[in-house]
């Protein structure tokens, strides 16, 4: 979710109901080591923070000033996703420029996502790859006729540019699958 559409507010209440009730020890116990092998640590501690400082979690709130600007900033990045990325049609395009990995350029990029539409929406194109080009066709005319029309709204590169730019500064400070040294 988070380099698609964004994590949403869901998301972030089930992280809040499960800390609350593992508790701050019992979690430390169970998944510090192995998120920090995963390189998840430093992404759940924002996630506890935020639980902590805005859903009343308040024992998982620190002191850090980092870390509080950094959770106010993921918070602000969720609000402005909405409920699954579903407040703004802006963040599915800006998941188009939001690379999975560093080697990935943003054609290699449009393509895998035009293939997630493709495959969502014709499920059959998994089997039958050969198609893929055909759905790329149809569901891109489709958009662009619809935008038209007046069906959907115009795409502005630049502040898709813009927020994508803000979107990957922030998942670089959550360290994603960065490991921690030893």
């Known amino acids: 979710h988070l380099n698609g559409e964004g994590i949403g507010l869901r998301h972030l209440c089930d992280w809040a109901v499960f800390i609350s009730d593992i508790g701050v020890e019992k979690f430390k116990e169970l998944f510090e080591e192995p998120l920090k092998e995963m390189g998840l640590w430093k992404f759940a501690l924002v996630l506890n923070h935020a639980c902590g400082r805005f859903l009343g979690c308040s024992e998982y709130v620190t002191e850090d000033e980092k870390m509080e600007e950094l959770s106010a900033t993921f918070l602000s990045d969720l609000f402005a996703g909405g409920n699954l990325g579903q407040k703004s049609d802006n963040r599915a395009h800006e998941a188009l420029a939001l690379s999975e990995s560093p ?76 490991k921690e040294d030893k």
């Open 103 to 178: 080697d990935r350029s943003y054609i290699k990029n449009l393509f895998n996502s035009a293939n997630r539409i493709v495959y969502k929406n014709w499920g059959f194109c998994r089997k039958v790859k050969i198609l893929l080009p055909i759905g790329w066709l149809f569901f891109g005319l489709r958009y662009a006729f619809r935008s038209l029309k007046g069906e959907r709204p115009r795409i502005d590169l630049r502040e898709i540019k813009k927020e994508t730019v803000k979107r990957k500064d922030l998942y670089s400070q959550l360290q994603i699958f960065i």
